[in-house]
């Protein structure tokens, strides 16, 4: 059964998104680094009736992040879908973060969406194309978040880049860029974020969009008219 593959399925948008995918029917592996993230994002999944399946990897590890995924394709097939939602979101002001700190926050903002995409999108090629989808952030550099933003650009253009070599192939990458804090009840409630990653996934191709603006002053609803 094709599904989708939610990385960094932790509360917020991971688990919203898992549920927004589950909704449709489709089976959902999760991954994350802690097993009370995964326990949460099941809980909110497994009363819709989809199969699910929980994987702890830390994104940042190649070898953890790669097993996680042969693991999921294990258990589902290739997916029809993969959303990289991992990040370290933190202030950090110039100068004030170590480099291991920069390095880590790299590993997991950029690195980690790269190696999945790099084990996902050629296994989704062969087998008639996908959705790969990337939580971005941060439409405008921050000194307060400085190694956020940094993994921020970096994202965008990882997305460009990654489209070059397997949009032709069939493959649909794009990020959602979320531009405020992500809150229950708010302007940036994860579950009306989520209605982006869906409708970014069922899009024709001659209708790909590469990036989605969520900047809190119109939900989901309002940018997928029809």
């Given amino acids: 059964m094709p599904g989708a593959v939610i990385i960094g399925a932790g509360p917020g948008i991971g688990r919203s998104v898992a549920r927004r995918f589950a909704a449709e029917g489709m089976a959902v592996a999760l991954i994350s680094r802690t097993s009370a993230s995964l326990d ?3 809980e909110a ?3 819709l009736g989809t199969p699910v399946v929980r994987l702890r990897a830390d994104s940042a590890d190649e070898t953890e992040l790669r097993a996680a995924l042969d693991r999921a ?4 097939g290739p997916p029809e879908a993969v959303v990289y939602n991992a990040a ?6 110039p100068g004030e973060l170590t480099v291991r700190g920069h390095q880590r926050a790299w590993a997991v903002n950029v690195v980690g969406a790269l190696t999945a995409a790099a084990h996902t999108a050629p296994l989704m090629a062969r087998h008639g194309g996908g959705t ?6 941060m439409p405008e550099p921050k000194s307060a978040y400085v190694s956020l933003s940094l993994g921020k650009a970096g994202v965008r253009t990882l997305v460009d880049l990654l489209d070059q070599e397997y949009g032709p192939c ?3 990458f794009a990020s959602i860029t979320v531009a405020g804090p992500v809150a229950p009840g708010t302007d940036f409630d994860p579950d009306d974020i989520a209605e982006h990653y869906w409708h970014l996934h069922t899009q024709q191709r001659s209708a790909w969009q590469r990036e989605v603006l969520h900047d809190g002053r119109a ?4 940018n997928n008219p029809g």
Avoid at 88 to 93: E, G, N
Avoid at 219 to 222: F, G, I, T
């Fill in 40 to 42: 949460a994002a099941a």
């Fill in 45 to 47: 999944v497994t009363p």
């Fill in 73 to 76: 394709v294990e258990a589902f």
């Fill in 88 to 93: 370290v979101i933190r202030p950090d002001a």
């Fill in 132 to 137: 790969f989808i990337v939580t971005g952030g």
């Fill in 170 to 172: 069939g493959v649909h």
């Fill in 219 to 222: 939900h989901a609803d309002d």
